[in-house]
T-cell receptor
């Protein structure tokens, strides 16, 4: 069975500071991993995905995530937070069987 | 124009009423999904369809039904709405072998 755990339902960072959102997954087979972002009153937008190619994945808006099999992690980072990064972020896992399993989300607040 | 559209965007209804939420896509994807989002619970899968003749229950299908009228259309019905079905509902489409999904803007449903 597949599952995702996002540590921290709320994260606050100062503008310009490092953003680190944590995601750990459980999968019985090599997974595909995704980060989605949801801005207020909008749908989910794909930020980046890992599909068994390079373990360091770069996404939109300066975000990146690193797949670490030994730690079963896929943490999302951005070197310098911007006010426009304030949103809710969801990690998701799949096994290529056409379904995604989502974490419960992390709400990012950026403090000016 | 948006690739995945949902109608209505907002709906307030009363307990016991029948409600239909509609989803249309222009992405040409075979796979379509319905999720509900509740605060603190992330996204949970209600139903999914891999093609016009294929319908599958997701994690929380009780109280819901779906219809895949065409490749591009997938509707979700609540036969007799109840207050705990108050939530944000998302339609998504999927393609490829990596399970990437693309989301509509959501429908906010309130059941009084």
């Amino acid at each position: 069975a597949q599952s995702v755990t996002q540590l921290g339902s709320h994260v606050s960072v100062s503008e310009g500071a490092l953003v680190l959102l944590r995601c750990n997954y459980s999968s019985s087979v090599p997974p595909y991993l995704f980060w989605y972002v949801q801005y207020p009153n909008q749908g989910l937008q794909l930020l980046l995905k890992y599909t068994s190619a390079a373990t360091l994945v770069k996404g939109i808006n300066g975000f990146e995530a690193e797949f670490k099999k030994s730690e079963t992690s896929f943490h999302l980072t951005k070197p310098s937070a911007h006010m426009s990064d304030a949103a809710e972020y969801f990690c998701a896992v799949s096994t290529g069987a056409n379904n995604l399993f989502f974490g419960t989300g992390t709400r990012l607040t950026v403090i000016p | 124009d948006a690739d995945v559209t949902q109608t209505p965007r907002n709906r307030i209804t009363k307990t016991g009423k029948r409600i239909m939420l509609e989803c249309s896509q222009t992405k040409g994807h075979d796979r379509m999904y319905w999720y509900r989002q509740d605060p603190g619970l992330g996204l949970r899968l209600i139903y999914y369809s891999f093609d016009v003749k294929d319908i599958n229950k997701g994690e929380i299908s009780d109280g819901y039904s779906v219809s895949r009228q065409a490749q591009a259309k997938f509707s979700l019905s609540l036969e007799s709405a109840i207050p705990n079905q108050t939530a944000l509902y998302f339609c998504a489409t999927g393609s490829g072998s990596t399970d990437t999904q693309y989301f509509g803007p959501g429908t906010r449903l309130t059941v009084l």
